[in-house]
Structures are given as C-alpha cells and as structure tokens.
C-alpha cells in the first residue's frame, strides 16, 4: 500500500474532477484503490503484454524470447499469439452471451406464467421480432409468441448444422461473405468451446486459421448472444426512448438512501427502479429519516436503467471504489462482470453494505443473496428495505459527495432514431444518408469500452468524441465511453451541438436528434451494428457495411469483451481503432494479419493509436477513403466547381 504522501503528489488521474478530488479522500482514508494497485504492478510482465507466454499445457510454462524461439511442444510465436488471443476472444463473447441467455430464460419464465413482475414490456417489439424470425403472431396470445422466441433464441446457444439465424439480420453481401469465408457460427456455444478446443495444446497451429476462427466466435458474440440479449431486454422493460437524467458521483445524495446497482443484467436493476417509487418503501425511508431513494448506476447496469427508467448514473468502472469512498452509499449491489474484487476492502472502511446477487458470481465478504426470477420485486423490496435500515449507520462527517454532476440525454435504439428522423409520416434513415451523401456529415464513428488506468480515464473518450463531432462526423456510443462523455457534457444536445461542426449541427438540429447518441450498455453494440445495417439498407452507400464511411474506436479499454467487440467489428467490415495494442505484438505475422492483410479479408481491420487526437486523424482519414470510393466526394467536389464555373462565366 503506497503511503498518503506519496499519493499527495500524483499526478491527475483523470479528465474528470469528481475522481480526481475523490483520489484525495481516498488518500486521506488510507483506501488503496485500482491507480494504486496499477502502479504496484510496474512494470507489467512483457511476455505478458506482448502475448508470447503460454501456460496451455502443463510441460509449460514457455516464453518466447530471443534464445528460445518455440515452446517445449514447438509451438512459435505466432501460434500462442494467435491461441492467447482466441482465448480472450472466447472468454468476451461468454459474457455476453451468457448475459444473453439469462434474459432468454426469464422471458421464458415469463411465458411461462413463472415471471413474477416480470412482463412483456414493448409488445411491438415481440411481435416485429418474431416475425423477422418467422414465428407466427396472429391470433396468437402474447405469452404463447414469447414462448416460442424464448425457445427459438435459446436454440440459438447451442450446435445446429444451420448457421444461427440472427446472422440474418446483417446485410445480404455480408452474410455471403461469411460464408464465403467459413466463419458463420453454429451456435454460440459451441462457437466458445470449438476456440477452446481449437487453442487447446496440439490442435490448431496456423496463426490464420486461429484467427478466422476467432473472428466466427466473434460474431456469435455480436450477432448473436449481445443481439439476443438487446431484443429481449427490449421486449421485456421496453425498447429506449430519449429521455433525461444526470450522471458522475454528485448524483449522489445527501439526504436520500443512496443504493449502487453495479454489473451488467438488467433484471434485477429493472425491479429495484421500479421498486425505488414503492410508497410504502418511500414512507419508510422518511421514517427512517431520509427523503428519499436514490438508485444510481454503475458501469453497465447504470447504462441499462438509465436507458430505460432515466436512473441516474454514479459512474463508469473505474469509479466503483471512489463512490464507496463517498461514505454516502448505503447499499452497493453486484451481479457480473467488470466488478472488481477490491470491493470489500473499500465497503470495510463504511458503512456500506456490498450485495452480490448471481448465483455464478460470489465475492468474498459481500452478502450472498442469489436472485430468483420469480421473486425479483420482493427482492427488490427486500433490499431496499435493508438499505434503508442501514441508513442510520451512515456517518455524516465522513460523507464527501463531489459536487460534479451532469444533464445528459440518453436513450436511442435504432427504433427510436428511426422514428426521429422520419417524423410523423414515415419511419426511415433517408435523412441521416442524404446528409452522409451530400457530405454534411463526413460519417459515423461508433466509439465504445471501458476505461483502463494505463490511461488518463475519461480523457481519450471525451477529446477522441469531441475531435470528431468538430469534424461533421455523428458518434454513437455504448457503455463505459458513453458515461465518459456524459460527464463531460457531451450527451447535452445543447454542449455538444456547441461543439460540433458546422454542417453536423445544421443536420443535428433539422432532424432534432444530438450529435453524440447514447445508445445503451455494451451489449448493446448490436444497436451499433444495427444502425450500421440500416443506413446500408436505407441505400445510396454502397452494397456491403464495408464500404460505408464508419468506424468504431475503443480508445480506453481493457476486458476480453472489448477484445470480441472489436473482433466481431473487424468481422462486419469495420476499421477499429483501439487506444493501445492488444497483446498480440510478439509476433509480427498476427499483428500484420490484423492492421492490414484483414482488411482485404473482412474489409475491416485494427489501427491502434494512443493520441486520442491522432486517432481521431486516422478515422476521418479512413472515412474519406471510404467516400472516395463511393464517389460521394467527387460528387461534391464537382458541385463546388460548377459554382466556382458559373461565376466566373458571371
Ligand atoms: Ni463494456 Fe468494459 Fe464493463 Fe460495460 Fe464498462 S468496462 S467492455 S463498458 S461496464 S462492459
Ligand atoms: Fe509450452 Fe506448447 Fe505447452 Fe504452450 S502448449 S505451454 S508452448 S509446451
């Protein structure tokens, strides 16, 4: 543990002043937090970094180094490169996709009568969804559709000798090119145990082949388990639409029973919003001396009931220690993923009370209390009662809340944006494409992922976004980055319409929508690959989602989610820009395979470049080739010498 004098002197470790100030506290409190332990961890193993260690058998450990260029089995760099990565790429998709599946089965439950409160939400968006995927709807009862996609969906997990069905939802030309190349998945499962048995010692050698097969686990994580889990969740607490709220630590309270809901499955989350306006529970809380119930988010979960509920945001990942440190949380409760272990240390020091409530996840010292579908609102209840309960152990000269709050508007699904950009009569895209074809906006950049403390947090996120908009070019975003530019202001229509280009805001402003859209958790990246497929279909840009001017850019993260996200965007044709390598640089062949030989197979490919500013540089330039080749600058550049002609014949 460092001392407080030695933290005294660090530098900012954000752009973002509430973590900042709340570095100071921690300080003061002796609280080590995630900058502390990055910077005992220095220098970070190189073997490790560079993706030569493997530990895949037990003759191993094997490094690759200067004087041993293969493991015992012979194994060379490229091949445990190229296995550690497909490895990553596995584990990401997992998460995704288990999170998927877990809505499939309560929306089962629900069907089932078995739901609890659990109901069908967006009735639209069952039925639309059944019927893309062939399910009859009429004359059906609601439950009975619900039954059935539920069954469909979760059919869609395991091995089936059709390639899944949802690829179906991409554009044509890519799914021919899938297939083309033999990277359409089976199944997402057993997408997830064919990587590792691939990678296992002694199968699959050529760095080529192992990352093709990355790219097909790739897809069943975005095309298919993150897809599943956005529609459901959609069908089952309702399909996003714009509304208000606040974000950063000063959403904070400090008079009302302030509760953390922190992970990433909405279910729960869901029923404590709901839960938070019980007036019985409200009444209880003012007995108990508070004005009220504060749900406020971290990391994901934050993003789904900001999404839905309009819940205020506490924060993104690396500020779940730091609104502990508050001293205002009486409640912090944890599902899965992006939840770090550290927690418990930081909850010993209040008088908060950490909750871990899914039955695959348990951190130690928290209160295991396993959600149950079919009792979620009692749950809900339940917690909120013990919160409030512990609300009288809070110690108020131990509260410091930063008084950093922000407005933001959030909540676009590709329903949504559908709907605003064509007005009353007719719901279509055609505005967003006449503006991206006549060159007023230059493209769109979906920028998404975590923050990592190998970088300023917030910083990238915010001056990568704000480079972008300068530049006529829309940014949609998800997750971790979104919270970033939400602190910022960047997800005020007013901030950042200020901030954007001429001709950005001239569109931003005709058809009402802000130039930075907020468009739910990560796995909600399939919103993104969506928006893609619509402006593809809506026409005027080419035939394939590779030849449209976006991009999509991961400037901060850090987990193997981020590294299938990235994967599956490369895999729909997308150049992806990251703020720092994966851990691919010991071997030239896989590195090269993934900057450049990719995009001559997918048509996407990785850039990788730390300098927000550079890389906002790089995309822009990548998006120019891409109008070049659609002849949509030459067009414009010919209108201009008409004028310029016609003048001079003046
Ligand atoms: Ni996605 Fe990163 Fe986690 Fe969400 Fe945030 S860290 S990969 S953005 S909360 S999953
Ligand atoms: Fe070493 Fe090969 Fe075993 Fe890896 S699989 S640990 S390189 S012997």
């Known amino acids: 543990m460092s001392t407080v004098d030695e933290r005294s002197t660090v530098e900012a470790v954000s752009s973002d002043n509430a973590i900042n100030s709340m570095m100071e506290v921690a300080a003061s ?15 970070q193993c190189k073997f490790g970094t560079t993706g030569v260690c493997c530990r895949l058998c037990h003759m191993g450990p094997c490094r690759i180094t200067p004087k041993a260029s293969h493991g015992i089995c012979g194994a060379d760099a490229d091949t445990i490169v190229a ?47 059944a019927e893309f995927f062939g399910i009859e709807t009429e004359g059906r009862d609601d439950l009975e559709i619900a039954g059935e996609l539920a069954n469909f969906f979760m059919a869609q997990f395991a091995w089936s000798a059709e390639p899944n069905a949802t690829l179906k939802l991409a554009p044509e030309t890519r799914q021919a090119l899938w297939k083309k190349l033999e990277i359409e998945p089976h199944g997402v499962d057993s997408s997830v145990v064919e990587l590792m048995h691939r990678t296992h010692m002694g199968v699959d050698h050529d760095y080529r082949h192992l990352i093709k097969g990355g790219l097909k686990c790739s897809l069943a994580d975005g095309w298919v388990g993150s897809m599943i889990a956005t529609t459901v969740s959609d069908i089952l607490f309702g399909t996003p639409k714009p509304l208000r709220s606040r974000v950063n630590l000063g959403v904070l309270s400090e008079e009302k029973v302030n509760i953390i809901v922190h992970g990433h499955e909405p279910t729960l989350s869901d029923m404590l919003a709901v839960a938070s306006t019980d007036e019985k529970l409200l009444a209880y809380a003012r007995e108990k001396g508070a004005t009220g119930i504060n749900i406020a988010g971290i990391c994901c979960t934050a993003n789904e009931v900001l999404m839905r509920h309009g819940m205020p945001i506490a924060g993104n990942f690396l500020q779940q220690e730091l609104a502990i440190l508050t001293g205002a949380v009486e409640m912090m409760i944890v599902d899965v993923q992006c939840v770090m272990p550290s927690l418990p240390e930081v ?37 909120i009662t013990k919160a409030i309960d512990n609300f009288a152990h809070r110690n108020k000269e131990r509260v410091r809340i930063p008084k950093e709050s922000m407005d ?13 950009l ?8 055609r505005p967003l494409n006449d503006a991206i074809i006549d060159g007023r906006v230059r493209g769109v950049v979906g920028i998404v992922g975590c923050n990592n403390p190998k970088v300023k947090t917030d910083d990238a996120h915010v001056r990568l976004t704000q480079e972008l908009i300068k530049n006529n070019v829309l940014v949609l975003q998800t997750g971790c980055a979104a919270i970033a530019c939400a602190k910022a202001g960047l997800l005020t229509p007013e901030a950042a319409m200020a901030q954007a280009g001429d001709s950005l805001r001239e569109v931003c402003e005709a058809v009402g929508i802000p130039p930075v859209l907020h468009m739910g958790s990560c796995v909600d990246n399939s919103r993104i690959l969506m928006a893609a497929t619509n402006v593809l279909l809506e026409g005027g840009l080419g035939n394939d989602l590779s030849d449209l001017p976006v991009a999509g850019a991961a400037p901060e993260w850090m987990s193997e989610k981020a590294i299938a996200i990235g994967h599956y965007f490369v895999a729909s044709g997308v150049y ?19 900057t450049e030989e990719m995009e001559g197979i997918t048509g996407g490919k ?34 201009l010498y008409d004028m310029k002609e016609r003048r001079e014949l003046e």
């Open 29 to 43: 409190e002796e609280v080590t937090t995630v900058w502390d332990r990055y910077k005992t961890q220095q220098p």
């Open 606 to 639: 990785f850039a990788v470049e730390p300098d927000p500013i550079k890389a906002a540089e790089m995309i822009i330039e990548h998006i120019e080739k891409k109008r070049d080749a659609l002849g949509i600058n030459q067009q414009r550049e010919r209108k």
């Open 83 to 129: 296995r550690n990565l497909l490895r990553e790429i596995a584990a990401g998709a997992s998460a995704h996709s288990d999170h998927g599946r877990m809505l499939v089965k309560t929306l089962k439950l629900v069907a089932e009568g078995k739901g609890g409160s659990y109901k069908i939400t967006d009735v639209k968006r069952l039925h639309d969804t």
């Open 347 to 383: 909850t010993k020091c209040f008088h908060t009370k950490l909750i871990s409530t899914s039955e695959i996840a348990q951190t130690f010292n928290a209160e295991q209390i396993t959600f149950e579908v079919e009792h979620g609102y009692q749950h809900a209840c339940d917690l």
């Open 422 to 429: 064509g007005g009353r009569f007719r719901s279509t895209f």
């Open 408 to 420: 933001l508007v959030a909540g676009f699904s590709n329903e949504t944006i559908y709907h605003m």
């Open 576 to 594: 992806v820009m990251l703020g720092h390598p994966l851990y691919i640089e010991g071997s030239e062949n896989v590195h090269r395979m993934l």
